[in-house]
């Protein structure tokens, strides 16, 4: 096994900042993403003030985003961005030469396969990418890009409008996007490295300057009888995500560095520590592994923010939202008292993702075959396999349980928030024990996780399936959030557009 100061130099990225990796004592590749996306950052302030749609043509607007993300992947990736270019590239010729009745299938098939292919080489042949460079996230999220414009082609051009749900109606696509439109959506410097995924139509509109003005159409605020805005300035949700951005790098340089996952496994912790201990210890572990991801999506927010990409209209007090692209509701996952609350508010687009591809598409076991899907485009670490087919009946029994329970403690505050405060419990817990393989990757050490706590929450789980009764949920008859791809008996759209 080469030593932790070997690993730094395997990348195929640029060794320029290797120097500052050693003095921050982090790998070169998360040094070189830092350091791409705070000068995206910077460039976006910018590119919102000067490449403005009122400085500049939309051709300048999509070429300079285009190729700054080009070079950024070129930075961080080196040939390894290859697959990056070539994914796009490929995507851009199932668009323009499909037939358009199958250019979802053909997209959907080849996006998928490439990511899947470059996944058994990360995890078989560079045994499980530890001495290789992850150019997988960027991958995935290419992968997002071309599905959702490929199916909302599909949409706009093949489909009669009652066919297809709101949703697909308002982000259907009547023509084919241009070369330079494609490239721009899947390169651009601000989501290449982290996304996140946005629908086609919002990203053009952006770099059209029409994307703001879409938003405040059905905001009515009036001054004596004119309507008066002022144009919004994203500078107060960049500063707040930002601050938000420091204070996850403190905390994973402290706490994540001391609650290593791995302890969980250790022979002589099991032995020696108390259930009730582990657990608590796991608890914390786990939250100790969410700042690196906090960072990268908030901060990823913020550098479209700071573009002036991301508006979404203003909230019911007047105050400007900028959450459009956003990926977390970090405090709707750390208050939350369900199972499917917590996933609702994780990693939030990827989920829409799941919803408008595969879950609003496909005509029967809707739940299964998203979470198959999740887990095939996450990798084929065997640990996210336990993770995710986990998690379809965890989510089963959460919803038998509480339609069985809740309604007993509802009519008092009391014993609402006494039921808050268990479910807060349970629901973290079963997070925890269901994402550890997720975290672990392997079989053996899963499994060896799960032989430690006794396999208490699967047990759990299938005495709540065969004891308790299945009783139809009230809200079964209503439209689900928008922001989950896992509503699985709750959702009642269209069925009628499939895969």
């Known amino acids: 096994m080469a030593s932790p100061a070997n690993l730094i130099y395997r990348t195929t990225g640029s060794t320029i900042l290797h120097p500052l990796s050693e003095l921050l004592h982090l790998s070169l590749d998360q040094v070189n993403f830092v350091v791409c996306q705070l000068i995206a950052l910077v460039t976006a302030v910018w ?110 051009m093949s489909k009669n409008s009652e066919m297809l749900t709101h949703e697909q109606r308002q982000y259907s696509v009547k023509k084919r996007p241009t070369f330079l439109e494609h490239l721009s959506y899947h390169l651009n410097f601000m989501s290449v490295l982290a996304g996140p995924c946005s ?134 996952i750390e208050a939350s008292t369900s199972f499917k609350m917590y996933i609702d508010n994780w990693n939030i687009q990827t989920a829409a993702w799941l919803k408008r ?20 485009w996450h990798g084929l670490y065997p640990g996210y396999y336990l993770t995710f087919f986990t998690g379809i009946p965890m989510m089963l029994a959460a919803r038998v349980v509480r339609s069985n329970f809740r309604h007993f403690f509802v009519s008092s505050k009391s014993r609402k928030f006494l039921y808050d405060i268990v479910t807060w419990m349970a629901t973290q817990l079963a997070i925890c024990y269901t994402v550890t393989p997720f975290v672990l990757l392997a079989i053996e050490p899963s499994v060896k996780f799960y032989k430690s706590v006794y396999f208490y929450f699967h047990i759990g789980i299938f005495l709540v399936l065969v004891l308790l009764p299945v009783k139809p949920s009230k809200r079964s008859q209503k439209q689900p959030s928008k922001q989950t791809a896992l509503h699985s008996a709750n959702h009642t759209s269209d069925n009628r557009s499939y895969l």
């Open 357 to 376: 591809i595969c879950y609003d598409r496909v005509p029967r076991y809707r739940s299964g075959m998203t979470f198959l899907l999740s887990a095939l």
């Open 199 to 332: 629908h086609f139509k919002d990203y053009i509109a952006f770099i059209e300057g029409s994307h703001i003005e879409s938003k405040l159409l059905n905001v009515k605020l009036n001054m004596n009888g004119h309507y008066k805005r002022p144009n919004p300035s994203p500078t107060a949700a960049v500063l707040s995500k930002l601050g938000f951005c420091g204070l996850m790098v403190i905390l994973f340089l402290t706490i994540t560095k001391a609650f290593p996952v791995s302890k969980i496994i250790d022979d002589t912790f099991i032995s020696e520590i108390p259930l009730y201990m582990r657990l608590i210890y796991l608890y914390i572990a786990m939250q100790a592994c969410k700042p690196k991801y906090y960072f990268a999506w908030v901060l990823a927010d913020a550098v479209n923010n700071a573009a002036g990409y991301g508006f979404n209209g203003v909230d019911e007090k007047g105050n400007d939202r900028w959450d459009l692209i956003t990926n977390l509701n970090i405090w709707n």
């Open 47 to 156: 590119f919102r003030v000067y490449l403005s749609p009122c400085h500049a043509h939309t051709a300048v607007r999509h070429a300079f985003a285009t190729v700054l993300g080009g070079y950024f992947a070129i930075f961080c990736f080196g040939w390894y961005s290859l697959h990056i270019f070539t994914m796009a590239l490929v995507s851009y010729c199932i668009m323009a030469k499909a037939r358009i009745e199958n250019v979802h299938r053909y997209s959907f098939v080849v996006a998928m396969g490439y990511l899947i292919v470059c996944q058994i080489n990360r995890v078989y042949i560079f045994n499980y990418g530890i001495l290789s460079t992850d150019f997988s996230g960027p991958l995935m999220i290419l992968t997002q890009k071309i599905t959702t414009l490929a199916f909302q082609l599909h949409d706009g």
